[in-house]
Every structure is written in structure tokens, then in C-alpha cells.
């Protein structure tokens, strides 16, 4: 069972989350909920629970401050920021912190955020697919260079071009008829090649060098 706690400073939010993981995910409960970073800070469920789905823009201590402390003393715990504040240097910030995905509440839904709460629960990556696009727009602002390499595999350029839409390691391996390992495989030789880490510099990565394409 995926644990989770809910920290938003909308209770409408909260509910409609809890409402949906209990009515429909019988493999993930809700068993915290906080409504700032101050209080999600305090809560003893931290010891125990897997994910926390953490809003950025909330009164007091925010989701970025919440998420590097949680880093400090929660090193395990994975952390999945759902807000709908997106600019390119929040979710950089976020992504410096060091949280394990991020999708944004204009381009989700509570079954995406599902998805997303099992990928990161399983020690995967997860971005959304307009997530991914502020990533190259990052990268492209950072000017930064890596190596590139045509030495793909059909599949992994399946699987980099997926990533790349926002899709879960979960439903890409839905998708390809392959396992979850698999695809983790080819994620992890697709680094190997390019010298890189996560999926969010592969994303940049394959944004750049157009095997993404970017929409305006």
C-alpha cells in the first residue's frame, strides 16, 4: 500500500483527492493532509508514509522551502509537487530541491496524479508533458551543452519520445507490451549514453536535438 499525505491550503483540493484514492486506488491511501509547509513539517505520519503531494504556492513556509527541508530530514521520502504554479524558475527551483516529479493542476487530473503518485512511489521520475516543455526552456536559458549521440535503439526512442508526453514508466510499458524493468533498462542505457542522470535531462536532452518536438 502507497501512503500518501496531501499538503494544499485548499480543502476543496484535499477532498477531492482523498475522494478519489478512496473510491478508486485500492492500492494507495491518504493518511495525512496538512494545509502549509509549517504543518506538513509536524505531522508524524512523515515516519511512515511513502509519497507526499505537495502544492508549491501556499501561506507561510511554500513547497519549495517544505521540499528541502523534507530532503534534510526525509531523504527517502518522495516527494510529487502538484501546483498550478508553473513558471520556468519555480519549477526549476523545485527541480534543484531535488522532488521526484511534478505535474501541474491545469494539465492533470486525479487519475493522472494517480499515476504519478505509483511512479514516484516506485523510485521513478515523473513530469507531465507541459512540465517537460519548461525543462528545455530551462535548458535552452542555461545554455547548457551535452553530448549528443544518435546511437538509439528504435525502442529507446520510443521510450525517451513518451517520456516526453508525460507518460509514466508504468504506461509506457502498457503501451510498448514490455515490463516495467524493461523500460527502466533503456532509460538507464539511454543515460549511460548520454552521460546524464534523469529522466529530466534526458528530456531537455531530446527537446534540443528535436527527437521532442516542442509546441509553441
Given amino acids: 500500500m502507497i501512503e500518501i ?12 483527492v482523498r475522494m478519489y484514492i478512496e473510491l478508486k486506488c485500492n492500492d494507495i491511501c491518504v493518511v495525512g493532509e496538512a494545509e502549509s509547509g509549517q504543518k506538513l513539517l509536524l505531522l508524524p505520519q512523515l515516519a511512515t508514509a511513502s509519497v507526499v503531494v505537495l502544492d508549491i504556492e501556499m501561506p507561510g513556509m ?3 522551502e517544505a521540499a528541502r527541508r523534507l530532503k534534510s530530514t526525509h531523504p527517502d521520502l518522495k516527494i510529487l509537487a502538484v501546483s498550478a504554479l508553473t513558471s520556468q524558475e519555480v519549477v526549476e527551483a523545485m527541480i534543484n530541491v531535488g522532488v521526484n516529479g511534478f505535474i501541474s493542476k491545469s494539465q492533470g487530473d ?5 499515476d504519478a503518485v505509483r511512479t514516484v512511489a516506485d523510485g521513478y521520475e515523473y513530469f507531465g508533458a507541459d512540465i517537460s516543455k519548461i525543462l528545455f526552456n530551462t535548458y535552452v536559458a542555461a545554455k547548457k551543452t551535452v553530448k549528443v549521440t544518435s546511437e538509439f535503439t528504435a525502442q529507446e526512442r520510443q ?3 513518451l517520456c ?10 502498457a503501451q510498448l507490451f514490455i515490463s516495467r ?3 527502466e533498462n533503456h532509460k538507464q542505457r539511454i543515460f549511460e549514453k548520454l552521460g546524464i542522470h534523469s529522466t529530466g535531462e534526458m528530456i531537455r536532452y531530446a527537446m534540443v536535438n528535436k527527437i521532442i518536438r516542442v509546441e509553441n
Fill in 5 to 16: 499525505i496531501i499538503v494544499d491550503d485548499h480543502q476543496m483540493f484535499r477532498m477531492g
Fill in 62 to 64: 511554500n513547497g519549495i
Fill in 110 to 114: 486525479y487519475e493522472t496524479l494517480a
Fill in 164 to 173: 516526453g508526453e508525460g507518460l509514466s514508466v508504468r504506461k509506457i510499458a
Fill in 181 to 183: 524493468r524493461t523500460v
Fill in 159 to 161: 521510450i525517451i519520445e
